[in-house]
C-alpha cells in the first residue's frame, strides 16, 4: 500500500515536483534572508566594534554621558595602570586605549602659508609597540591606498578621499590644528605617510589616523585616553560574557559619587547596536512566520492536496474501504516526505546563495554614502549552525498546516458528498 | 436468520439542511435486497436514487431508520467497521468512472485488493482475471487518459468486481457511454451476476439499463411508488445472437 502510495505520488507532478519547487525556493528565500540578516548584524556589529565601541568599552562616566562630543577633557588618566589592571584581571580580553579627536589638518605651502586644509575626524591607535593588535585589527595594510603605514612618531594616515579633495601627496607634511584638554589650542606638525580607505561611508569622508603617544602629547593629555576596549578573541561579540565582565567591574570600580570614576559598558549599549541586534533578531523569526504563511497557502492552492483535485482520489479510496484516519495519515505522511525533500533542496541552494553572499557580500557603497553609521560598504551573509536547519520550519511546516487545512475540507464532508462536488 | 434479506431499509428517511430548512430527500423506505439480484432503483432526476445508494453503500448516513447490510447496521458502526464492511462486502462503479489517473489500468483494478492484505501473486492473478471478464487483456499498462470512455467503465467494472465482492452499487454507470458501450458494460455485469451470484443494484434512469433488469424500485420525490419484478429484454436478444 506505501509503495502504492509513492508511485502515484511521484507520478502525479502536481503533488510532487511543483510542490517541491515552491518550498525549495520558499526555504531557499528564506535561508538567504536569514543568513543576510545575520550578516547585516554581524558586519554591523563588528565594523563598530573593531572602530568605535569594542565589544566592551571603558571610560569615564562624564565622558560616557556626553560621549558623541568627544570630550577628551573628561578622558580617562592613568591609562597605563588602568590597562595592565585589566590585562592582568581579563587575560582572555585584547584591551587597547584610544582617542577620538576633532581638529583641523592644515597643509602649508614652502612659505608656510596655508595651501589647502580640512577638517578632520581623528583617531589615535597605538601603533607603534610591538605587541598592538590594532594594526590588524583595523586591517589598516588592506586599507591603505598610498604609501605605507606610520613606522615612526609624528607619521600620519588620512582617508584617500580626503587626500584627493585637498589635493595632497604623501610625504607632505600637515598641521593639526585642535585643543587641549585644558582649552588651549594644540598645534602639532605631522608628516602623511599614506592615505586609506577603509569602504566606510563616514571614515572615508575625513579620516586621521595617528598614534597614540603622538596624540596625548599633542592634546596634553600625558598617559590619558578618552576609552580603552576590550576585545574578545577573533573579535567574536559574546553577548553573556560582555555583560559579565561589564558588571563585575562596574561593581568594584564604578562610584556614583566619582564622576571621574571609571564605567564599563557593551558593544550593545552603544550605537543603539543592541535594539539593533533584537531587531533583527524579530525580524528573522517574523521572515520565517511570513514564509510558513505565504507557502501554506501557497501549497494548499498548487495542488499538493489540493481540494477539489483531489476530493476524487479520496471518495474512491474511501468507497473501496480505505478508513478515513488511514487516508489521512497517508496525506500528512506525504506531505512530511515532500516537506523535507523541497526542504533538503532549498537548503542546499539556499546555503549556496549565502555562502556566495559570506564570501564576496554586496556592494551597497552607494546606499551608505550619506550615511553616518559606521557601515561596511560590503554587505555579506553569515551562515551559522541554525542556517542549516531553520529552512525545515517553514518547509516543513508549510505543508502540513497545508495538508491539514485540506484535510479538513475533505474530511467534514460525507463520503458521497466528494463524489457529488467532482459531478458538477 | 429470520430476516436473511442481504440488504434491508427499515422506515429510512433522509433529510438535507438547506438554508434554515430540511429538504426530504428520501421518505421511509422500506425494502428488501436478496443475494443474486439484478435491481434497479429507478427514477427521474433529482428522486433520490444516489442518496439511497449511497446509504446503502455505508458511504452516507440516514437521518431516521435504518440500514441493515448482511446483518450489520450501518447506523452502529464506526467509521473503521464501515470501512471494513466497503472492503470486504461492497463494490462501487460511478458515473464518472473515477479511476485514479495516475495509475495504470492494472493498479486501478488492483488498489482494493491491496486494503484485503492479500499477496502479490494473488493480486495478480485476480487483476488479470478481472481484467479478462471486462476484455481489457490488453491494456494493462496504460493509464485511463489513454483509454475511451467505454474501456474506462469497464475497467471500473474490474475494479468492483476484482474481489468478488457480495455486492456492487452502480450509479448511473451508462450516463456517461454510447449505446454500444452501455451495452458492453451491461452485459459484462449481467453475466458476472450469473457467473459469481453478485448482487447488482443500480441507479439509473437510462432505458437500456431498465432493459437488462430483473427487478425494478421506482422512486418519485424520495418515496418507493412501484417495486415490480421484470423480465430482462437484452442480453436474451444478445445471448441468442452469439
Ligand atoms: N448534499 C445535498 N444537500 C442538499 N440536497 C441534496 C444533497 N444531495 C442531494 N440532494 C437533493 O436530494 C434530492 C435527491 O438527490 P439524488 O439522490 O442525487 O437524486 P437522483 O440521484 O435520483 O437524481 C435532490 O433534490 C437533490 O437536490
Ligand atoms: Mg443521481
Redesign the interface.
Known amino acids: 500500500m506505501t509503495w502504492f502510495l509513492l508511485k502515484g505520488l511521484l507520478r502525479d507532478r502536481h503533488r510532487s515536483i511543483l510542490p517541491v519547487i515552491v518550498i525549495a525556493a520558499g526555504v531557499a528565500v528564506t535561508i538567504l534572508m536569514y543568513c543576510y540578516l545575520l550578516g547585516f548584524v554581524d558586519d554591523t556589529a563588528r565594523t563598530s566594534a573593531k572602530l568605535d565601541t569594542g565589544h566592551v568599552k571603558m571610560m569615564t562616566q562624564a565622558y560616557a554621558e556626553i560621549s558623541d562630543q568627544i570630550p577628551n577633557d573628561l578622558a580617562l588618566s592613568g591609562v597605563n595602570k588602568l590597562l595592565s589592571d585589566l590585562k592582568a584581571k581579563y587575560p582572555n580580553l585584547d584591551w587597547a586605549a584610544r582617542i577620538k579627536f576633532g581638529g583641523l589638518l592644515d597643509f602649508p605651502d614652502e612659505e608656510g602659508e596655508t595651501r589647502a586644509q580640512g577638517p578632520v575626524f581623528g583617531l589615535a591607535l597605538d601603533l607603534l609597540t610591538q605587541d598592538s593588535k590594532e594594526n590588524e585589527r583595523l586591517n589598516l595594510e588592506g586599507a591603505l591606498v598610498q604609501g605605507r603605514l606610520p613606522e615612526s612618531p609624528g607619521e600620519i594616515l588620512v582617508s584617500e578621499k580626503f587626500a584627493q579633495n585637498l589635493g595632497v601627496k604623501i610625504g607632505e607634511m600637515a598641521t593639526l590644528i585642535s585643543s587641549t584638554t585644558t582649552g588651549s589650542m594644540a598645534v602639532q606638525n605631522f608628516i602623511l605617510v599614506g592615505t586609506l580607505n577603509f569602504g566606510i561611508g563616514p571614515m572615508d569622508r575625513n579620516a586621521m589616523v595617528a598614534d597614540m603617544s603622538d596624540i596625548q602629547y599633542a592634546l596634553d593629555m600625558e598617559d590619558g585616553a578618552g576609552e580603552i576596549l576590550g576585545y574578545f578573541p577573533n573579535l567574536v561579540f559574546n553577548k553573556e560574557a560582555a555583560e559579565e565582565i561589564a558588571n563585575e567591574y562596574n561593581s568594584v570600580n564604578k562610584k556614583t559619587d566619582d564622576d571621574f570614576s571609571p564605567v564599563m559598558i557593551t558593544l550593545r549599549d552603544q550605537n543603539g547596536l543592541g535594539e539593533l541586534m533584537d531587531m533583527i533578531e524579530i525580524e528573522a523569526f517574523i521572515i520565517v512566520a511570513g514564509f510558513i504563511f505565504v507557502m501554506s497557502i501557497v501549497l494548499w492552492n498548487t495542488g499538493l492536496m489540493s481540494g477539489l483535485r483531489r476530493y476524487g482520489e479520496v471518495g474512491v479510496r474511501l468507497a473501496f474501504g480505505e478508513a478515513k484516519s488511514h487516508v489521512y495519515r497517508s496525506m500528512i505522511h506525504e506531505a512530511i516526505l515532500i516537506g523535507l525533500f523541497g526542504s533538503v533542496i532549498g537548503t542546499v541552494i539556499g546555503l549556496a546563495g549565502a555562502f556566495y553572499l559570506q564570501e564576496h557580500g554586496l556592494d551597497f557603497s552607494g546606499m551608505t554614502k550619506g550615511s553616518t553609521m559606521l557601515m561596511s560598504n560590503i554587505m555579506r551573509a553569515k551562515i551559522t549552525p541554525a542556517s542549516y536547519f531553520i529552512g525545515f520550519i517553514p518547509g516543513l511546516l508549510a505543508t502540513v498546516i497545508g495538508t491539514l487545512i485540506s484535510g479538513i475540507g475533505i474530511f467534514r464532508r460525507q463520503t458521497s458528498q466528494l463524489f457529488k462536488e467532482l459531478e458538477t | 436468520m429470520g430476516d436473511g434479506a442481504l440488504i434491508t431499509t427499515k422506515n429510512l428517511v433522509k433529510q438535507y439542511p438547506i438554508g434554515g430548512r430540511k429538504f426530504t430527500a428520501l421518505k421511509n423506505i422500506n425494502l428488501t435486497f436478496e443475494t443474486g439480484e439484478f435491481t434497479g432503483l429507478v427514477g427521474p432526476s433529482g428522486s433520490g436514487k444516489?442518496?439511497l445508494l449511497?446509504i446503502i453503500?455505508a458511504?452516507?448516513?440516514p437521518t431516521e431508520g435504518h440500514v441493515i447490510v448482511m446483518g450489520q447496521d450501518t447506523r452502529e458502526l464506526k467509521?473503521?467497521q464501515a470501512?471494513?464492511?466497503?472492503?470486504?462486502h461492497?463494490?462501487?462503479v460511478?458515473?464518472?468512472f473515477?479511476l485514479?489517473p495516475?495509475?495504470t489500468v492494472f493498479?486501478n483494478v488492483?488498489?482494493?485488493l491491496?486494503?484485503l492484505e492479500m499477496s502479490g501473486a494473488d493480486r495478480k492473478k485476480a487483476v488479470l482475471k478481472a481484467l479478462e471478464w471486462v476484455d481489457l487483456s490488453d491494456k494493462i499498462k496504460s493509464r485511463p487518459a489513454q483509454l475511451s470512455g467505454g474501456e474506462c467503465q469497464r475497467v471500473a467494472v474490474a475494479?468492483a468486481m476484482v474481489k468478488r465482492p457480495k455486492i456492487v452499487l452502480a450509479d448511473e454507470p451508462t450516463a456517461n457511454l454510447d449505446a454500444a458501450n452501455s451495452h458492453n458494460i451491461l452485459e459484462t455485469m449481467f453475466r458476472l451476476n450469473k457467473e459469481l451470484n453478485t448482487t447488482y443494484i443500480f441507479a439509473t434512469h437510462d432505458e437500456k439499463v431498465i432493459g437488462y433488469l430483473r427487478r425494478k424500485v421506482t422512486l418519485t420525490d424520495g418515496q418507493v411508488i412501484e417495486d415490480v419484478s421484470t423480465t430482462p429484454r437484452y442480453p436474451t436478444a444478445n445471448e441468442e445472437m452469439s
Open positions: 444516489t442518496t449511497n453503500g458511504l452516507d448516513n467509521h473503521r470501512a471494513r464492511l466497503r472492503t470486504e461492497l463494490g462501487f460511478f458515473q464518472t473515477n485514479l495516475v495509475y493498479e488492483e488498489f482494493p491491496l486494503l475494479r
